[in-house]
């Protein structure tokens, strides 16, 4: 038998504690993908990796889907890229513990047929730039589709942070592969749309305000409750104890009869 288990009441330690663990779990999980960048950086030193990447309108590059977000072309280009998915990364698996794993296969492989249909034949693309762009737009859709505190705060983090990849989805700088920009940020608003209600809405603080209207609604209904119990009901019919009666003459004024007194 399934029982629902109550949402944690906000600033509680319950709930202090329910967000520290998603902030860790999100933290542990995005070190480990940029260490396994890192580790994918070393080993291209020492055999040929283009046959991993990307490369356009050919059915062999169809592994670089799979592979490519994992490959760097130089200790810049994995910097940046693995700053921006600690950052982003951890961002998205606290506020969306739910949402994010599930969005994660859908960014990658967005973001690299992107690269695949998009880019110009002859070249590789590689690098996890896509990917990051995937989880920002992830993160600002989300904001502006569930609209709660959390997902609102999230939204202008990422785009405080990283509002630019809205400019770097167009063709902006040679050698960059915008193509793979624009797979993941479609990806990336695909996924906020059809992964929105995966994760409950989180427990909402109820401010001193709202307290006091219930506890006025509460009195009126329990006074009302009170009135019905000692007063009877108002009829909804009144029976006509009384009619006059009509003169014989058309617009003529009715007369009441006293009798007299003795």
Do not use: K
Not at 126 to 152: K, N, Q
Not at 186 to 207: N, T
Not at 238 to 249: A, D, G
């Amino acid at each position: 038998m399934h029982l629902p288990m109550p949402e944690p009441v906000p600033d509680s330690p319950a709930q202090r504690a329910l967000d520290r663990r998603r902030l860790q779990r999100a933290l542990t999980a995005s070190l480990g993908f940029v260490l396994l960048m890192t580790i994918a950086f070393a080993a291209q030193q020492v055999f040929d990796w283009r046959w991993l990447a990307i490369a356009p309108h050919r059915w062999s590059g169809l592994v670089g889907v799979v592979f490519a977000p994992l490959l760097h072309g130089s200790p810049g280009h994995l910097g940046a890229n693995a700053v921006s998915l600690l950052l982003l990364g951890t961002l998205a698996g606290t506020v969306y513990p739910r949402a994010t794993p599930r969005a994660l296969p859908l960014l990658w492989i967005g973001s690299g047929l992107g690269a695949w249909m998009l880019g110009d034949a002859g070249s590789w693309h590689l690098g996890a730039s896509g990917l990051t762009h995937g989880l920002m737009f992830l993160v600002f859709t989300l904001g502006l589709l569930r609209r709660d505190r959390p997902a609102i705060a999230a939204a202008m983090i990422a785009f405080f942070l990283y509002g630019g990849m809205l400019l770097t989805v167009l063709p902006h700088e040679p050698g960059v592969s915008w193509q793979a920009h624009l797979g993941g940020a479609m990806s990336g608003v695909l996924a906020a749309w059809l992964l929105r209600r995966c994760d409950p809405l989180p427990a909402r603080r109820r401010y001193s305000w709202e307290l006091e209207e219930d506890l006025a609604a509460t009195a009126q209904a329990a006074a009302a409750a009170e009135r019905s119990q000692f007063e009877p009901a108002r009829p909804p019919q009144v029976p006509v104890l009384w009619e006059r009666e009509e003169t014989t003459q058309a617009g003529a004024p009715v007369v009441l009869p006293f009798t007299q007194r003795r």
